[in-house]
């Protein structure tokens, strides 16, 4: 079965401090999406990054990084320099490949992560 | 604007009610889901679709009803309100093919049942 944990519920820094974010997955299928999204506190859900099971490539997005490690089922979530307006909840999702189960995507708990100035 | 649309923005409900969710989306995307968020719990996956006349059940599906009759529309249908139901909604559509975006996600429905 599929499942994504998010063990930290709540995360505090001031600003300019260097945040990480943990997901720790659990699939059964050998091709797999993993998502990140931001949910400030306006509600939507802002997609962040998309990583491919086939691919372990870590990704640097100015301030914004991701580390996929499969070996440990995890894809951590870092942001350095944190600001004020990275103040959100933060969601980490997982999707598997079989065409039957396209459209279906498992969050974990989300991290309402607060920058203080 | 090209995008995943959900009406109503807000809804109060009485127990016993029914209505429908309505989720529009003008991408011509195969993939269609809906999630309930509450407190604490993330989103859960009610029912999804992965293209015209074909939905499953996710997590939470009890006291909810999909179908699935355009690509471009996935209403769904709670089918007598209950106060556990009170919760944000959001529906999201995917490209089958796509492999580098995200699911689109809608501005969210909240439904309070009293």
């Known amino acids: 079965a599929q499942k994504v944990t998010q063990a930290q519920t709540e995360i505090s820094v001031v600003e300019k401090e260097d945040v990480t974010l943990d997901c720790v997955y659990e699939?059964?299928?050998?091709?797999?999406?993993l998502f990140w999204y931001k949910q400030p506190p306006s509600g939507e859900l802002v997609f962040l990054i998309r990583?491919?099971?086939?691919?372990?490539q870590n990704e640097i997005s100015g301030r914004y990084s991701w580390n996929f490690q499969k070996s440990t089922s995890s894809f951590n979530f870092t942001i350095t320099a944190s600001q004020v307006v990275d103040s959100a909840v933060y969601f980490c999702a997982l999707s598997e490949e079989p065409y039957n189960q396209g459209g279906k995507l498992i969050f974990g708990q989300g991290t309402e992560l607060s920058v203080k100035p | 604007n090209a995008g995943v649309t959900q009406t109503p923005k807000f809804q109060v409900l009485k127990t016993g009610q029914s209505m429908t969710l309505q989720c529009a989306q003008d991408m011509n995307h195969e993939y269609m889901s809906w999630y309930r968020q509450d407190p604490g719990m993330g989103l859960r996956l009610i029912h999804y679709s992965v293209g015209a006349g074909i939905t499953d059940q996710g997590e939470v599906p009890n006291g909810y009803n999909v179908s699935r009759s355009t690509t471009e529309d996935f209403p769904l249908r709670l089918l007598s309100a209950a106060p556990s139901q009170t919760s944000v909604y959001f529906c999201a559509s995917s490209d089958r093919a796509d492999r580098v975006n995200g699911y689109t996600f809608g501005s969210g429905t909240r439904l309070t049942v009293v």
């Open positions: 699939t059964r299928d050998t091709t797999y999406y």
């Open positions: 990583r491919n099971s086939f691919d372990e």
